[in-house]
Protein backbone atom coordinates (compact mmCIF):
# COMPACT_ATOMS: atom_id res chain seq x y z
CA UNK A 1 0.00 0.00 0.00
CA UNK A 2 1.04 3.31 -0.77
CA UNK A 3 1.71 5.74 1.89
CA UNK A 4 -0.55 9.12 1.92
CA UNK A 5 3.10 11.66 1.71
CA UNK A 6 3.91 9.43 -1.73
CA UNK A 7 0.75 9.29 -2.83
CA UNK A 8 0.41 12.91 -2.56
CA UNK A 9 3.77 14.53 -2.93
CA UNK A 10 4.14 14.89 1.28
CA UNK A 11 0.51 16.60 1.01
CA UNK A 12 -2.13 15.31 3.50
CA UNK A 13 -5.76 15.69 2.00
CA UNK A 14 -8.09 17.36 4.00
CA UNK A 15 -11.55 18.18 3.00
CA UNK A 16 -12.81 21.73 4.30
CA UNK A 17 -16.13 23.07 4.26
CA UNK A 18 -17.21 26.66 5.46
CA UNK A 19 -20.31 28.41 6.45
CA UNK A 20 -20.51 32.28 5.94
CA UNK A 21 -22.42 35.83 6.41
CA UNK A 22 -21.47 36.24 2.66
CA UNK A 23 -19.45 35.71 -0.23
CA UNK A 24 -16.50 37.92 0.15
CA UNK A 25 -13.76 36.49 2.69
CA UNK A 26 -12.64 39.90 4.17
CA UNK A 27 -15.71 41.44 4.19
CA UNK A 28 -18.36 38.82 5.61
CA UNK A 29 -18.04 36.55 8.88
CA UNK A 30 -16.63 33.19 8.97
CA UNK A 31 -19.31 31.04 11.43
CA UNK A 32 -18.64 27.64 10.95
CA UNK A 33 -15.93 25.32 9.98
CA UNK A 34 -15.46 21.40 9.58
CA UNK A 35 -12.54 19.07 8.36
CA UNK A 36 -12.83 15.44 7.31
CA UNK A 37 -9.51 13.30 7.14
CA UNK A 38 -9.65 10.54 4.62
CA UNK A 39 -7.08 7.71 5.00
CA UNK A 40 -6.41 4.48 2.80
CA UNK A 41 -6.85 1.46 4.68
CA UNK A 42 -4.59 -1.65 4.76
CA UNK A 43 -5.80 -2.23 1.51
CA UNK A 44 -5.24 1.07 -0.05
CA UNK A 45 -9.29 1.88 -0.05
CA UNK A 46 -9.58 5.48 0.52
CA UNK A 47 -12.17 6.20 3.53
CA UNK A 48 -13.45 9.07 5.22
CA UNK A 49 -11.31 9.44 8.63
CA UNK A 50 -11.33 11.89 11.94
CA UNK A 51 -13.36 14.40 12.17
CA UNK A 52 -12.83 17.97 13.45
CA UNK A 53 -15.60 20.95 13.72
CA UNK A 54 -16.10 24.60 15.06
CA UNK A 55 -19.00 26.93 15.25
CA UNK A 56 -17.09 30.62 15.43
CA UNK A 57 -18.63 33.92 16.67
CA UNK A 58 -18.43 36.59 13.95
CA UNK A 59 -15.56 38.65 14.67
CA UNK A 60 -16.38 42.14 15.45
CA UNK A 61 -16.02 44.43 12.21
CA UNK A 62 -17.20 41.51 9.60
CA UNK A 63 -20.48 41.82 8.07
CA UNK A 64 -23.55 38.99 8.42
CA UNK A 65 -25.92 39.35 4.95
CA UNK A 66 -29.10 38.27 5.76
CA UNK A 67 -29.36 36.85 2.37
CA UNK A 68 -26.43 33.77 3.01
CA UNK A 69 -28.17 33.82 6.65
CA UNK A 70 -31.24 32.94 4.96
CA UNK A 71 -29.45 30.27 2.58
CA UNK A 72 -27.29 28.77 5.35
CA UNK A 73 -30.04 28.12 8.19
CA UNK A 74 -27.46 30.00 10.90
CA UNK A 75 -28.65 31.92 13.37
CA UNK A 76 -25.42 33.70 15.09
CA UNK A 77 -27.14 34.44 18.45
CA UNK A 78 -28.28 31.08 19.06
CA UNK A 79 -27.07 29.96 22.24
CA UNK A 80 -26.84 26.18 21.24
CA UNK A 81 -24.22 26.92 18.50
CA UNK A 82 -21.68 26.68 21.65
CA UNK A 83 -19.83 29.00 19.71
CA UNK A 84 -16.05 29.49 20.22
CA UNK A 85 -14.02 32.67 18.82
CA UNK A 86 -12.84 32.15 15.38
CA UNK A 87 -8.96 32.04 17.05
CA UNK A 88 -9.58 29.40 19.30
CA UNK A 89 -11.52 27.22 16.85
CA UNK A 90 -9.10 27.74 14.42
CA UNK A 91 -6.08 26.74 16.61
CA UNK A 92 -7.92 23.98 17.83
CA UNK A 93 -8.80 22.42 14.50
CA UNK A 94 -5.23 23.34 12.87
CA UNK A 95 -3.77 21.54 15.69
CA UNK A 96 -5.52 18.50 15.57
CA UNK A 97 -4.79 18.23 11.54
CA UNK A 98 -1.08 18.95 12.23
CA UNK A 99 -0.92 15.59 14.58
CA UNK A 100 -2.49 13.44 11.70
CA UNK A 101 -0.45 15.27 9.42
CA UNK A 102 2.83 14.72 11.38
CA UNK A 103 1.70 10.46 12.31
CA UNK A 104 1.38 10.45 8.51
CA UNK A 105 4.59 11.83 7.66
CA UNK A 106 3.27 14.59 5.58
CA UNK A 107 4.98 17.95 5.51
CA UNK A 108 1.97 19.81 4.92
CA UNK A 109 -1.87 19.77 3.57
CA UNK A 110 -4.13 20.46 1.21
CA UNK A 111 -7.22 21.72 1.12
CA UNK A 112 -9.96 19.54 -0.57
CA UNK A 113 -13.41 21.23 -1.00
CA UNK A 114 -16.29 21.72 -3.46
CA UNK A 115 -15.47 25.42 -4.84
CA UNK A 116 -12.69 24.98 -2.89
CA UNK A 117 -11.27 28.00 -3.91
CA UNK A 118 -14.24 29.34 -1.44
CA UNK A 119 -13.04 28.04 1.51
CA UNK A 120 -9.35 28.73 1.12
CA UNK A 121 -10.19 32.08 1.21
CA UNK A 122 -12.12 32.29 4.21
CA UNK A 123 -9.29 30.21 5.76
CA UNK A 124 -6.76 32.27 4.66
CA UNK A 125 -8.76 35.69 5.15
CA UNK A 126 -9.10 34.13 9.09
CA UNK A 127 -5.79 33.01 9.45
CA UNK A 128 -4.32 36.35 8.13
CA UNK A 129 -6.86 38.07 10.85
CA UNK A 130 -5.72 35.73 13.86
CA UNK A 131 -2.05 35.79 12.57
CA UNK A 132 -2.25 32.04 12.50
CA UNK A 133 0.26 31.35 9.38
CA UNK A 134 2.56 29.56 11.18
CA UNK A 135 0.16 27.00 13.00
CA UNK A 136 -1.88 26.56 9.84
CA UNK A 137 -1.45 23.05 8.43
CA UNK A 138 -2.64 24.01 4.66
CA UNK A 139 -1.07 25.04 1.53
CA UNK A 140 -1.67 28.59 1.25
CA UNK A 141 -2.87 28.52 -2.48
CA UNK A 142 -3.10 25.10 -4.16
CA UNK A 143 -6.46 22.61 -3.38
CA UNK A 144 -8.10 19.70 -4.62
CA UNK A 145 -11.41 20.52 -6.18
CA UNK A 146 -14.08 18.10 -6.09
CA UNK A 147 -16.36 20.38 -8.41
CA UNK A 148 -13.44 19.73 -11.39
CA UNK A 149 -12.63 15.94 -10.14
CA UNK A 150 -16.92 14.96 -10.03
CA UNK A 151 -17.46 16.49 -13.31
CA UNK A 152 -14.23 14.68 -15.03
CA UNK A 153 -15.29 11.46 -13.42
CA UNK A 154 -19.27 11.82 -13.22
CA UNK A 155 -20.18 14.84 -15.01
CA UNK A 156 -22.29 16.09 -12.45
CA UNK A 157 -20.55 19.70 -10.24
CA UNK A 158 -23.34 20.52 -8.11
CA UNK A 159 -22.39 18.16 -4.74
CA UNK A 160 -26.00 16.88 -4.36
CA UNK A 161 -26.07 15.45 -7.84
CA UNK A 162 -22.00 14.51 -8.02
CA UNK A 163 -23.03 12.44 -4.65
CA UNK A 164 -26.42 11.09 -6.27
CA UNK A 165 -24.13 10.07 -9.40
CA UNK A 166 -21.07 8.47 -7.25
CA UNK A 167 -24.30 6.53 -5.54
CA UNK A 168 -23.59 8.68 -2.13
CA UNK A 169 -26.60 9.44 -0.33
CA UNK A 170 -27.43 12.75 0.32
CA UNK A 171 -29.66 14.82 2.56
CA UNK A 172 -30.98 17.94 1.15
CA UNK A 173 -32.62 18.53 4.33
CA UNK A 174 -29.06 18.24 6.42
CA UNK A 175 -26.97 20.26 3.42
CA UNK A 176 -25.16 23.59 4.07
CA UNK A 177 -23.66 22.69 7.61
CA UNK A 178 -20.46 22.07 7.67
CA UNK A 179 -20.20 19.32 8.77
CA UNK A 180 -21.99 17.44 6.84
CA UNK A 181 -21.26 19.50 3.49
CA UNK A 182 -17.60 18.54 4.31
CA UNK A 183 -18.42 14.73 5.30
CA UNK A 184 -20.49 13.97 2.00
CA UNK A 185 -17.73 15.59 -0.12
CA UNK A 186 -14.87 13.62 1.92
CA UNK A 187 -16.99 10.66 0.84
CA UNK A 188 -17.53 11.76 -2.99
CA UNK A 189 -13.56 12.74 -3.02
CA UNK A 190 -12.76 9.17 -1.77
CA UNK A 191 -15.00 7.40 -4.36
CA UNK A 192 -13.10 9.51 -7.09
CA UNK A 193 -9.45 8.27 -5.27
CA UNK A 194 -11.14 4.88 -5.32
CA UNK A 195 -12.02 4.23 -8.90
CA UNK A 196 -8.90 5.86 -9.96
CA UNK A 197 -6.78 4.18 -8.14
CA UNK A 198 -8.76 0.74 -9.23
CA UNK A 199 -8.86 1.82 -12.85
CA UNK A 200 -7.82 -1.19 -15.55
Known amino acids: MIAIKDRFRGFLPVVVDVETGGFE ?6 LEVAAVIVLPDEKGVWHTGPRFHAHLTPEPGLELDPAALKFNGINPNHPL ?6 ADGLREIFSQVKAIQKEQGCKRSILVGHNASFDL ?5 AIERQQ ?12 FDTVSLAGMAYGQTVLAKACEAAGIDFDQSEAHSALYDAQVTAELF ?3 LNAWDNRA
Not at 25 to 30: F, I
Not at 132 to 143: A, I
Request: proline share 6%; glycine share 0%; with cysteine.
Open 121 to 125: NFINA
Open 25 to 30: AQRHAL
Open 190 to 192: CSI
Open 81 to 86: RLAVSE
Open 132 to 143: LKNQSPFHPFST
